[in-house]
T-cell receptor, first 112, second 114 residues
Framework: GENVEQHPSTLSVQEGDSAVIKCTYSDSASNYFPWYKQELGKGPQLIIDIRSNVGEKKDQRIAVTLNKTAKHFSLHITETQPEDSAVYFCAASIGGYSTLTFGKGTMLLVSP | DAGVIQSPRHEVTEMGQEVTLRCKPISGHNSLFWYRQTMMRGLELLIYFNNNVPIDDSGMPEDRFSAKMPNASFSTLKIQPSEPRDSAVYFC????????????FGPGTRLTVL
């Protein structure tokens, strides 16, 4: 089955800096790559996703890039703010009934 | 819409007791997923339903775990008997189905088995 590796496990940045989280996947058939943000005491929430026919997608301060040849995708957060502090999960889907395989998560801490 | 609703939010029980977790998916969504989250293993898919039918339960840890979806608006995850290693946060998620749709997660149930 699909295997998703996520790095780093923790990331500390200063407010205003950029943050990058990287994921690799194993199954070349995967075609959907969402990113979820989980705040303390809450369930994961989708913040951005990318499909296999697109190389990059942006939404204000966040962007995701996909390299299908290398089987990796990354989340980029620019001008980080303290409210960006959370655990971020990447995931991949090989299709079917929307089954997602999640990475282990990255705890992002943005210090004021 | 109120989103995915889970109850209880917190459950503390003793080893050997039966635990039932409940989920109400978003109205109109036809796929429902149960996940378990722990520090060691991250987010694990336990089982998912499509149109109330279990499609894949290969993630269910063992026979002590069972899940049902009697109708489109309600699902339960039952653990009987519970063990301390079942302590985790259990999430329910739903989606309108299809290949590429967003899964909406509930707030989770934090289970502690003493």
């Amino acid at each position: 089955g699909e295997n998703v590796e996520q790095h780093p496990s923790t990331l500390s940045v200063q407010e205003g800096d950029s943050a990058v989280i990287k994921c690799t996947y194993s199954d070349s058939a995967s075609n959907y790559f969402p990113w979820y943000k989980q705040e303390l005491g809450k369930g994961p929430q989708l913040i951005i996703d990318i499909r296999s026919n697109v190389g990059e997608k942006k939404d204000q301060r966040i962007a995701v890039t996909l390299n299908k040849t290398a089987k990796h995708f990354s989340l980029h957060i620019t001008e980080t703010q303290p409210e960006d502090s959370a655990v971020y999960f990447c995931a991949a889907s090989i299709g079917g009934y929307s089954t997602l395989t999640f990475g282990k998560g990255t705890m992002l801490l943005v210090s004021p | 819409d109120a989103g995915v609703i889970q109850s209880p939010r917190h459950e503390v029980t003793e080893m050997g007791q039966e635990v039932t977790l409940r989920c109400k998916p978003i109205s109109g969504h036809n796929s429902l997923f149960w996940y378990r989250q722990t520090m060691m293993r991250g987010l694990e898919l336990l089982i998912y339903f499509n149109n109330n039918v279990p499609i894949d339960d290969s993630g269910m840890p063992e026979d002590r775990f069972s899940a049902k979806m009697p109708n489109a608006s309600f699902s339960t995850l039952k653990i009987q008997p519970s063990e301390p290693r079942d302590s985790a946060v259990y999430f329910c998620a739903s989606t309108a189905g299809g290949n590429l749709n967003e899964q909406f997660f509930g707030p989770g149930t934090r289970l502690t088995v003493l």
